[in-house]
């Protein structure tokens, strides 16, 4: 297997996996099913909550820890779906889903086994417990407590549920946003518009007594624009996705989604060859959080630390990042596309400050990098679907807004790249070396920003970047976006107005 | 279960309950994956699932569903929820099923000993693959190695009168571990998939370009931003050959958004450049006997000489580009319609070692490692980060790291200059070593 990189980037249309580079983790054949991504979908008229006896949970429960083990739990889910793809001004293709099944864990000591299955019958979870406890002979045992009904705080809300919602809503705004990206400039010559909705049910049980249920709507809505000059075309892209009800499109209405993204289409025709070489960079507010979210985030996550070989091993309670700096991780920012009701492992979701004014305060944990670590459970154990294992992932991540203005630090930076917003990026975990692409990019002269530049590569070192922040706006914003580690998981990043001094640019021509 | 004789029924149940055309597509499978660190079983993940995705047309509108259930009442569901979807979409004259019954003769798709090889075997088989690859005194850590397989069956039938399945396994193991040097860490991995369990090649391999590649890349150095000579390392082959794959595809080009739209029998590359799509090769791993709609598969040229000869089509955007389906309807499984790619996808091999391309390097960078998306297929413009080792008169130097390497797709292919002889068939996406004589290098 080759090293995994984790990524988070937004939406190619169809695939979002992609394997990294440099041949990827391709592991074992069976292409689709193996690689089963964000595909099994969700509920149709409404409700995607399961039916199930706790008793039957019970049996489950006491059937994958009979050869032994400390922890098992049962994942059950009902995923809805749809999904409509506008293109060229048709209604391409309408896609619906409907997806079930549950999914069975044992962890004993450090070794956790798993299996699932697409029927959620007391037979097939039981078969599931069966092979999930295969890693725990000879392990040693802790009887499971009984399932109790419990609830959580919410941190989802809908007024319009997306089960009630008239087709004919979602391909209204639809239309909107393509005729205001069409409208935008005649050399918007094509528009792409994507909508995405879900409603995934949940039940989580373990061996703790632990039960709970509840729903979760999720809308996803993209929008990309073909800009075509004379010696060029770029393609822009724009996202806006919650977990929220359709009132999501009285909030942000789709003509501005669509703006927004076509703007960049233009604006990028005129984009001249990118310097290479190191420089300082501004990065302005909003989804640029993603480079935090990859060269700070995922180092941060448990399963890397437990196993030894995360950059931020042996670091807590260490100055690791300049005294401006403070990242946080918050699962119960209300109806963000990082934010559940508990996570997938049923655990309270929390606002983590992981550093705080330049020192690691804490990890993100799941279940079982809290036990290795002996940490709390952070509220980040999350999975795609009941067909992977929980692991830790972010939720939304964000730098906390500091002091500066935005324009005073754009105009006291010299020279360098004013990054306007990034495509994705991905990082090594262990080494913390990083590389973002930038989407929309200008150059700074004189503490101004001029011309606009071509999709140039970032690279460093997470311990570099986060020690080279020097200026923190008072801006924060957010963008959503999908994250890959293995499955993939909604998430959020943000960030205000910051300045980098030193990244490497991968630009395409010396620097004048 | 008889799913051959289920997708037949399903596609009849799709007519009857309104659709002119339909498609059922059912997949069955199963898939194990061990992962081991420090000699000890990390996880152990094991099922087998089955789906099935409906495609029907409705007075030219297509929609699509899938469900995971295979009860009657929720087929039924599914199909009725298709049927319904399609009134939201457009009238298409292109929206049409492909017919074609013919079947590529494809060998050594199926492995039976897979399943019967036991599970002890197979962890063993991860166990011993990481301690090989922490013999080495310089390998202070392991990040985990693993072994996993799947068998899976595919069926389509369509209201055409097609009815094929296929039946495909894999498996692969690999490590990844860490070399640590004072403050220094560094990443090395490798892995090997195949077909069939006895062609996996011998752990002793696969340890050994996993430790190589972290320890060599110790004591990397940084080098002045210049245009110099990059060699790219068969490892990051992909970086070159996505752009152009993603560039083929005949729906970007019949949408404006590929930078070889207009370039049909024209050169877009030097003449040591020859590319080719084979979803023929036996026990190839992305070898199959139809596309994702089934329409047979063949071996096609896509680059020859350095002249482009051939875009990829679905069967809906051959028909409205006005040509053939040419096999390549991808499906990202059960759960979506059918989109276009590549089956094997790679690049000829030419005639140098790749020590004489080193040899012939007054300066320049051997490219090991590469980060971003590489080419941009709208524009052509390519970015990425940077790894590897420097070339002095002719000899690997030192090692490089925290580079970027930037240029153009039209500048990259056409300054290909060298093309190795060391083409390995058995990677998926995969080049020989080749040479570009000039790329724009960012370092200090």
């Known amino acids: ?512 | 279960m008889d799913y051959k004789g289920l997708a037949e029924q399903l596609v009849n149940k799709c007519v009857k309950k309104g659709a002119d055309l339909a498609e059922v597509y059912i997949e069955s499978g199963r898939n194990l994956s061990i992962e081991v660190r420090n000699g000890e079983i990390e996880t152990v993940q094991e099922s087998a699932t089955h789906g099935v995705g409906f495609r029907v047309f409705v007075q030219g509108r297509m929609a699509f569903s899938s469900c995971n259930d295979f009860t009657e009442n929720a087929l039924n569901n599914a199909i009725e929820s298709a049927i319904r979807f399609a009134v939201n979409t457009t009238p298409d004259e292109n929206n049409v099923l492909p017919d074609d019954k013919g079947l590529t003769q494809v060998e050594g798709l199926y492995d039976p000993q897979i399943s019967q090889i036991p599970m002890e075997k197979k962890i063993e088989l991860a166990k011993k693959v990481e301690k090989l690859a922490m013999k080495d005194p310089r390998i202070t850590k392991s990040s985990g190695a693993s072994y996993s397989e799947g068998e899976g069956e595919v069926f389509i039938a369509n209201s055409n009168g097609l009815l094929k399945s296929s039946k495909e396994s894999g498996c692969g193991f690999g490590v990844s571990v860490v070399a640590e040097k004072d403050d220094q860490k560094s990443t090395g991995g490798e892995s090997c998939s195949r077909r069939f369990y006895a062609d996996l090649k011998p752990p002793e391999e696969i340890a050994d370009k996993a430790a190589r590649d972290a320890y060599e890349m110790l004591d990397p150095r940084m080098i002045k931003t210049q245009k110099a000579a990059v060699i790219f390392d068969p490892d990051v082959a992909r970086s070159v050959l996505g752009g152009i794959l993603a560039a083929v595809n005949g729906e970007r080009v019949l949408q404006g958004a590929s930078f070889l739209r207009d370039k049909m029998d024209q050169k877009i590359a030097s003449e040591l450049v020859t590319i080719i799509d084979d979803a023929t090769r036996p026990k190839g791993m992305r070898s199959r006997p139809f596309d994702g709609e089934g329409v047979p598969t063949q071996r096609r040229v896509i680059v020859d000489k350095g002249v482009l000869k051939g875009f990829m089509y679905n069967t809906i955007v051959a028909k409205r580009a006005g040509v053939k389906s040419t096999g390549n309807a991808s499906r990202g499984g059960f759960t979506s319609i059918p989109g276009i790619g590549a089956h094997g996808f790679y690049m000829e091999a030419g005639q140098s070692s790749p020590q004489d391309i080193i040899s012939a390097t007054k300066v320049g960078l051997l490219l090991k490692g590469i980060t971003g998306y590489g080419i941009n297929p709208v524009n052509g413009n390519f970015s990425g980060g940077a790894s590897g080792f420097w070339i002095e008169n002719g000899k690997i130097a030192f090692p490089v790291k925290g580079l970027t390497v930037a240029g153009n797709a039209f500048e990259m292919f056409n300054g290909i200059d060298m093309v190795g002889n060391d083409l390995d068939l058995n990677r998926s996406f995969t080049a020989p070593t080749f040479r570009i004589k000039l790329l724009q290098i960012g370092g200090e």
């Not at chain 1, 099994?40 to 032994?68: T, Y």
């Not at chain 1, 991540?397 to 010299?414: H, N, R, V």
């Not at chain 1, 963008?479 to 490497?504: D, F, H, L, S």
Request: proline fraction near 3%.
């Open chain 1, 1 to 512: 297997m080759k090293f995994k990189k984790y990524f988070v980037e937004g939406i190619p249309r169809r695939k979002f996996l992609e394997a990294s580079l440099k041949g990827g983790i391709a592991l074992a054949a069976t292409p689709s099913l193996m690689m089963q991504l964000l595909s099994c979908k969700g509920v149709e008229k409404g409700s995607a909550k399961i039916a199930v006896d706790p008793q039957v949970l019970d049996r489950v429960i006491q059937k994958a820890l009979e050869k032994g083990g400390e922890f098992a739990d049962v994942y059950l889910e009902n995923r809805i779906s749809r999904e409509i793809l506008m293109e060229e001004s048709k209604f391409k293709s309408a896609v619906f889903g409907i997806s079930q099944g549950a999914g069975v864990r044992v962890i004993s000591g450090d070794k956790t086994g798993f299996a699932y299955t697409d029927d959620i019958t007391e037979e097939k979870m039981m078969r599931a417990a069966e092979i999930a406890s295969f890693v725990a002979k000879n392990g040693q045992s802790v009887g499971p407590v009984k399932v109790k009904k419990g609830s959580r705080e919410s941190y989802v809300t809908v007024k319009l549920p997306l089960g009630a919602v008239a087709d004919e809503k979602r391909i209204d705004v639809m239309k909107r946003a393509n005729q205001a990206a069409l409208d935008y400039d005649s050399r918007i010559q094509m528009a792409s518009i994507s909508y995405y909705d879900e409603v995934r049910g949940r039940t989580v049980a373990n061996s703790e007594g632990l039960l709970l249920s509840d729903e979760l709507p999720l809308l996803f809505f993209i929008v990309q624009t073909l800009g075509v000059g004379n010696n060029t075309r770029h393609m822009g892209r724009e996202r806006l996705s919650r977990h929220s009800g359709f009132e999501m499109f009285d909030e942000v209405i789709p003509e501005e989604v669509a703006r927004t993204c076509a703007r960049e289409s233009i604006v990028m025709l005129e984009a001249k060859d990118a310097p290479a070489g190191i420089m300082d960079v501004v990065m302005q507010n909003g989804w640029g959080g993603v480079l935090v979210h990859e060269a700070v985030g995922h180092p941060l996550e448990g399963d890397v630390i437990a196993r030894q070989t995360g950059v931020f091993t042996g670091k807590l309670g260490k100055k690791v990042a300049s005294d401006v700096f403070t990242m946080v991780d918050d699962g119960t920012l209300p109806n963000f596309r990082g934010t559940t009701n508990f996570d997938d492992e049923g655990t309270q979701m929390k606002r983590n400050v992981l550093i705080q004014d330049g020192v690691l305060v804490k990890y993100m944990t799941d279940v079982l990098s809290a036990k290795q670590l002996k940490m709390e459970r952070t509220g980040n154990g999350r999975r795609e679907s009941f067909r992977y294992i929980p692991i830790p992932r972010m939720t939304n991540t964000f730098i906390e807004k500091g002091k500066d203005k935005p324009e005073d630090i754009l105009a006291s930076t010299k020279s360098g790249l004013f990054v306007q917003s990034l495509s994705g990026g991905s990082v090594n975990p262990v080494t913390g070396m990083f590389n973002f692409t930038c989407r929309e990019a200008y150059l700074i002269e004189d503490g101004k920003k001029t011309l606009p530049v071509k999709g140039a590569t970032l690279i460093g070192s997470c311990l570099d970047v986060i020690s080279n922040i020097d200026a923190v706006g008072d801006d924060l914003d957010f963008g959503p976006g999908i994250c890959g580690k293995g499955q993939a998981a909604e998430v959020a990043a943000g960030q205000p107005t910051v300045r980098i001094r030193g990244i490497n640019v991968g630009g395409s021509r010396a620097r004048r």
